[in-house]
């Protein structure tokens, strides 16, 4: 059975930082995309950032020198360090995994609330 859990959110104030963890479990293909989107209510889920292997990172532009998306030590995790936040970066961030047999992967999200 797939799972993919992300942890890492919770409550900052702004300028602070959190850092989000994705950790997948199952997938007996090879992940060849991470990505972090984020959802805020009534609203589209839209890309933060996302990492290919081989191939480029892409970030959006809110989140460009101050997000980072990086594969963590194990095969199937991805993290976000998430710097300088603003409360406009407050949503839900999920994690998506794509496969090379065109499986795709959503955790079930964590919520980051940036206030001050």
């Known amino acids: 059975q797939v799972q993919v859990v992300e942890s890492g959110g919770g409550s900052a104030h702004p300028g602070e930082s959190l850092r989000l963890s994705c950790a997948a479990s199952?997938?007996?293909?090879?992940?060849?995309?991470r990505a972090w989107y984020r959802q805020t209510p009534g609203a589209q889920r839209e890309l933060v950032a996302s990492?290919?292997?081989?191939?480029?990172?892409n970030y959006a532009d809110f989140a460009k020198g101050r997000f980072t998306i990086a594969r963590g030590n194990a095969k199937s995790t991805v993290d976000l360090q998430m710097d300088s936040l603003k409360p406009e970066d407050t949503a839900v961030y999920y994690c998506k995994l794509n496969t090379l047999r065109n499986k795709v992967y959503w955790g079930q999200g964590t919520q980051v609330t940036v206030s001050s």
């Open positions: 199952g997938i007996v293909d090879t992940i060849y995309r």
């Open positions: 990492l290919a292997t081989p191939g480029p990172t």
